[in-house]
């Protein structure tokens, strides 16, 4: 069945004059710059109305707006390649909208239909396609989030909402391989909470926690589980994976308290086309520890939207550091990080569907 809002007509206000020529693209921090414009569509009352392409800039906002006060608010984070042939292409839209779609049920809130979540990407990335990057590793990042706008105190289910989706050129996320900590300070979610949902409190809640880790000379926090700060759950932006004696380990998604990665489940993916043993399961700090001190570990890295695939050089556990060897260029790590690149700048042949491009 054809959605009926991937057919619709979005009004489109355009910019007098692009920001564009003052940036220099080759040269750019992540989320620091923006495009000219972006999509914007209401919930009001059961219904998605209104949807327009403006020039980026301020929203008004009333001082009561729900999603300020009681935390209505959820994101997605995917990109837009250049590929050699200078084509645009995507990465598996379809499955971060199912993932928003989740977020939103979680968080009782409405579901934006499919078709008029990719309609509103698709136009606003072909208005403002001159910004994607032409650059190796460089992508154009797509942010749509969506947040209660009901202007009222009180809790509750609101009746209204803003979808938005604004587009910066990015840089890659970290530059060289990253040394994590396995806090049992703090808890990032616990089953039956918001820890499978991109929810806008999840990441406000890891703030402290990451800026303490990082006073300590680590670049994320490794999060251990809710019931006994012993299992693996994800890093702080990214999940994270174990090759011990040449098979790979990322912890499992039962307990429904890790964020379900889109480039964790395409890794997962490529790893059995390839034959190469992967096990989702539960692992323990104590097993990573013994494991090291055995020197069966291969190397660890962590998968994400923003950081792709990036090795991981060692991990804090208890004021104690464990050193990690890091894989040359014929690593799992290294193989995934280049295969994924390749298929998402559209250079490589992929049998999976995951593709698409501008049309």
Same mark, same amino acid.
């Given at each position: ?173 970290? %530059? ?5 900590? /396995?806090?049992? &300070?703090? $808890?990032?979610?616990?089953?039956? !909470?918001? =820890?499978? *949902? ?85 692992? %323990? ?5 013994? /494991?090291?001190? &055995?020197? $069966?570990?291969?190397?660890?890295? !962590?998968? =994400?939207? *923003? ?53």
């Amino acid at each position: 069945m054809t959605d009926i809002h991937s057919n619709i007509t979005i009004p489109t206000t355009k910019v007098k004059e692009s920001s564009l020529s003052q940036l220099d693209l080759a040269n750019i921090r992540f989320g620091h710059a923006f495009t000219d414009h972006m999509f914007v569509v209401d919930y009001d009352n059961g219904k998605w109305v209104n949807p327009q392409i403006k020039p980026f800039g301020p929203i008004q906002m009333h001082p009561a707006t729900s999603s300020i006060h009681y935390g209505q608010s959820i994101f997605e984070g995917m990109k837009a390649h250049r590929s050699k042939d200078g084509e645009i292409v995507f990465f598996r839209m379809d499955d971060h909208a199912t993932r928003f779609c989740y977020s939103a049920k979680r968080m009782a809130m409405p579901e934006i239909p499919k078709g008029l979540f990719r309609k509103g990407i698709m136009e606003l990335v072909k208005l403002d396609q001159a910004w994607v990057p032409n650059k190796e590793g460089y992508s154009l990042y797509i942010r749509p989030y969506m947040f209660a706008t009901d202007e009222f105190i009180g809790i509750r289910r609101a009746s209204h909402y803003k979808f938005m989706v604004i587009l910066s050129p990015v840089s890659g996320y970290y %530059s060289g391989a990253v040394e994590v900590y /396995a806090s049992t &300070k703090y $808890t990032r979610a616990a089953p039956g !909470g918001t =820890g499978m *949902a991109k929810a806008a409190g999840n990441y406000a809640a890891a703030i402290l926690p990451a800026e303490e880790i990082k006073d300590n000379g680590y670049d994320q926090i490794l999060w251990l589980d809710g019931r006994n700060h012993t299992n693996l759950q994800e890093i702080g932006t990214m999940n994270v994976f174990v090759v011990i004696n040449g098979e790979v380990h990322t912890p499992s998604l039962f307990e429904g308290t890790i964020l379900p990665g889109i480039t964790r489940d395409s890794a997962i993916q490529l790893l059995k086309s390839w034959n190469i043993p992967i096990h989702e399961r539960e692992i %323990s700090i104590h097993e990573l520890i013994e /494991a090291h001190q &055995k020197g $069966t570990i291969n190397e660890m890295f !962590g998968s =994400g939207t *923003a950081a792709t695939i990036s090795s991981i050089k060692g991990f804090g556990h208890n004021d104690l550091h464990y050193e990690v060897p890091l894989g040359d260029e014929k690593s799992i790590s290294a193989r995934l990080k280049n295969s994924l690149q390749e298929i998402k700048q559209g250079n490589a042949t992929e049998s999976f569907g995951w593709v698409e491009k501008l049309a």
